[in-house]
């Protein structure tokens, strides 16, 4: 290695997350939330309803571990999980958000907006995109080596969008 361990993309990037994470924590606690938990209520306030076997490819989870976090979620009142009638299966269960799961799901982005101006004070326009680019280029690179895809839909367009301003 040529660089000191510490010096390395690897253990910065790590480093990084980690610290972003606990600052998340901290934010969603406040909302009585642990992390992870956001993103069950995020997906639910985006499209209500989903089965837990949606839920778990969404979270990119096993579904255990989707019904563990909702039910956490739904005893603290926040989903509701219903009986999908008239589907010939009744163990067929969908997840839908409560009102107060409704508001709590509302006011992550606002912890979202916080954490991404924490992450990027000090750094301008330019660098917030350089930084985002060079992200998705490590991201692209790890997945390729992986041979899975990229979760979001978004890069390709993202991709595209920065290419045209850079020939403008």
Do not use: Y
Not at 9 to 14: A, N, S
Not at 19 to 44: D, I, N, S, Y
Not at 49 to 73: D, F, I, N, Q
Not at 85 to 110: C, K, N
């Amino acid at each position: 290695m040529k660089e000191g361990f510490d010096k390395t993309i690897g253990h910065r990037l790590h480093h990084a997350a980690r610290l972003q994470r606990a600052l998340a924590a901290r934010h969603l606690a406040e909302l009585g939330l642990f992390p992870g938990q956001e993103t069950v209520l995020k997906l639910l306030l985006e499209d209500d309803g989903r089965t837990m076997t949606e839920l778990a490819s969404a979270l990119r989870v096993r579904p255990p571990t989707a019904s563990k976090t909702v039910g956490r979620l739904s005893a603290q009142g926040l989903l509701a999980r219903r009986a999908a009638g008239g589907e010939g299966d009744g163990r067929l269960v969908r997840v839908f958000l409560t009102d107060e799961g409704r508001t709590r799901a509302a006011a992550i982005d606002g912890v979202w907006d916080k954490i991404e101006d924490t992450m990027g004070d000090g750094l301008d326009g330019k660098e917030r995109k350089r930084l985002r680019k060079l992200l998705r280029r490590i991201e692209k690179n790890l997945a390729a080596k992986l041979g899975t895809k990229l979760g979001t839909a978004d890069t390709d367009a993202e991709d595209e969008a920065e290419a045209a301003e850079e020939i403008a």
